[in-house]
């Protein structure tokens, strides 16, 4: 794969680099990552190539939004593509009555309501803006619409209810007058992108963990859709939690818990493969989902220069079409999933 190259998002007009940057890191998830770290870190990440940068008010309860918009801000604004989103609104708490940041370390001094409501979202963009410290965002996203973020399905269902007859057209507004270039949704899940797209039109989708070298279920329904609306894919948690990272090893990860037994024989007869072909798994599976022409970029992390390096050079390893090839002839790939 190439660092420069740049795919269009659906018909927004908007070209996002192939490999993009996850913000999650910086608001601190699971340990802290200091203001140093994430300057050189992305700083390093931009003089890759890597163009697009994918955040939300969430993380870090506005931390990383903060550290994104001061540390670009001296840099180029049409040279680079910025993500965040909506369904939470942040307010000021007092550190004495106790922050709950859930996985997120020494957060903002902030506390979260969620709102999907026209009000909320014109709301959440505004405060967006301000912690990013610049006069548009590019790419708007409904966030965390799921039973897993809000405890039920009739919960998630009064949520999607809420965002569609209300939020939704704030978000549309927004495109129209410029200040947004493309909406979507952050999802963990097919059905429910579905639904998104049932409901309403929408340039591009942030799906984390369902299009990856594991998993191709998208490719039943959700791609083919897509390619008939033009409609982009952002494709996050390529390595599924981990695993396709770390390989079957003890503990290894899988939608964020330790992977079963029938996923942790896939993956080591998937790196099997690899390892014939002097191809590391970890190359295959972020490479993987950008052989569909749907898919416009992946947003991995990292919260060191280190990483970008290693995220650079497992992005650039050269993999042979063999590999593809015995891959779908042992029953590992899907036939008909395109290769890059």
């Not at 163009?51 to 918009?69: K, N, Q, V």
């Not at 405060?127 to 009739?154: F, K, N």
């Not at 190359?283 to 749907?294: C, I, M, S, T, V």
Request: net charge negative; with cysteine; proline share 6%.
């Amino acid at each position: 794969m190439d660092m420069q190259e740049k795919r269009a998002l659906g018909g927004s007009g908007l070209e996002v680099s192939v490999h993009g940057f996850g913000g999650v890191p910086f608001g601190n998830l699971y340990q802290k990552c200091s203001d140093e770290d994430a300057k050189a870190t992305l700083l390093a990440a931009y003089n890759a190539g890597i163009r697009f940068i994918d955040t939300a008010p969430f993380y870090g309860l506005g931390m990383s939004e903060h550290r994104i918009g001061h540390i670009m801000r001296p840099l180029p604004r049409d040279s680079w593509v910025l993500s965040t989103k909506i369904g939470r609104v942040l307010k000021a708490k007092d550190p004495a009555l106790g922050i709950d940041a859930g996985p997120f370390v020494d957060s903002h001094p902030m506390e979260y309501i969620f709102d999907y409501t026209y009000d909320g979202v014109m709301r959440s963009v505004e405060d967006s803006l301000q912690r990013l410290a610049t006069h548009r965002i590019d790419v708007l996203l409904i966030h965390d619409v799921d039973v897993w973020t809000h405890g039920s399905e009739e919960a998630r269902a009064a949520k999607f209810k809420e965002v569609m007859d209300s939020g939704y057209k704030a978000m549309r507004e927004l495109r129209d007058s410029g200040t947004v270039k493309a909406i979507g949704a952050g999802i963990n899940e097919i059905p429910a992108t579905l639904e998104f797209m049932a409901a309403g039109e929408f340039d591009c989708f942030l799906l984390a963990g369902r299009y990856t070298l594991l998993e191709q279920a998208a490719l039943d329904d959700l791609l083919p859709l897509c390619a008939e609306r033009n409609v982009s894919l952002i494709i996050g948690g390529p390595y599924n939690s981990g695993i396709l990272a770390t390989g079957a090893v003890k503990g290894a990860k899988y939608n964020y818990e330790d992977a079963p037994a029938e996923i942790l024989e896939r993956v080591a007869r998937i790196e099997a493969v690899c390892n014939r072909h002097g191809v590391p798994l970890k190359a295959a599976a972020l490479q993987f989902p950008l052989g569909h022409p749907q898919v416009a970029t992946i947003i991995p992390g990292a919260r060191s220069i280190d990483e970008i390096d290693q995220n650079v050079t497992t992005f650039t390893t050269p993999i042979p079409e063999a590999l593809w090839a015995e891959l779908k002839h042992e029953g590992l790939l899907r036939e008909d999933a395109p290769t890059p």
